[in-house]
C-alpha cells in the first residue's frame, strides 16, 4: 500500500464525517489499515475551548494542556483515517 499525504487548511468537522461513519458500519473486517500521512495547516490551541475542557473534566486550569486534550484535538483526523476506502476496519462505538 502506498504512502498519502494529505495537507488540510481546516479540520474536518464531525458533520462532514457522519455520512462516512454510517458507511463504514457495512465493511467486512479485513487487516488493511492505510498509510496515511495528515498535515493540518496553522494549528492554533483556541484558549476558550481549552478552559471549557478544563473545567468539564475537572482539570485544573494551567497553562500546560491536559494529555487527553491532544486526542480531543486530532479525533476527527483519526475518523477521517479510518474512513479512508484503504481501511478495512468498521468506526464502531
Do not use: W
Request: contains cysteine; charged residues 15%.
Amino acid at each position: 500500500m502506498t504512502e498519502q499525504l494529505q495537507t488540510l487548511d481546516a479540520m474536518p468537522s464531525m458533520m462532514s464525517l457522519l455520512p462516512g461513519i454510517v458507511k463504514s458500519l457495512f465493511r467486512k473486517g479485513g487487516a488493511s489499515v492505510p498509510q496515511n500521512t495528515f498535515v493540518l495547516k496553522n494549528v492554533a490551541i483556541d484558549k476558550a475551548h481549552l478552559a471549557d475542557y478544563q473545567k468539564v473534566c475537572g482539570f485544573e486550569k494551567s497553562p500546560q494542556l491536559p494529555l487527553t486534550y491532544l486526542h480531543v484535538l486530532a479525533f476527527n483526523l483519526q475518523v477521517s483515517m479510518l474512513l479512508d476506502e484503504g481501511c478495512d476496519f468498521p468506526l464502531l462505538g
